[in-house]
């Protein structure tokens, strides 16, 4: 089991892979939206937030506003760890039921194309 500290640093690794996405891709698929990431067997979740300019940076403080976030992950530290460093595939994990992803349907048509 992956600690708290290595699932904030898969986190930031995370948003800083999303950087990498060229502009354009960007531009057409992201549409600004609140995220949870809750890892299941620690009991914590992180918050954060997806925009053109970027996702994150993530925390582990609910919003100011109160309001549930509009995509919701629920996730394992160890495959949160492993999908962050390419060795867990997103679409099997997510059949597979190691990842749980509620959002609505258009926002996971919008983060298929981006992952």
């Known amino acids: 089991m992956a600690t708290v500290d290595e699932c904030r640093v898969a986190l930031r690794k995370l948003a800083e892979q999303f950087d990498e996405i060229d502009q ?14 809750h890892i299941r067997d620690l009991g914590v979740t ?4 997806l925009r053109h ?3 994150g940076p993530f925390d582990d403080s609910p919003p100011a506003d109160g309001k549930p976030a509009e995509v ?3 996730i394992g530290s160890d495959d949160l760890v492993s999908l962050v ?3 867990l595939d997103m ?3 997510v059949f597979g039921g190691r990842v749980k992803i509620d959002a609505s349907f258009g926002d ?3 983060l298929r194309k981006l992952l």
């Open 72 to 74: 919701k992950l629920t």
């Open 46 to 49: 992180f918050y954060g937030r």
């Open 85 to 87: 460093n390419g060795e």
């Open 24 to 37: 354009e891709s960007r531009s057409r698929h992201v549409v600004e939206r609140t995220i949870s990431c």
């Open 91 to 93: 679409g099997r994990a």
């Open 108 to 110: 996971l048509l919008r």
């Open 53 to 55: 300019g970027g996702l």
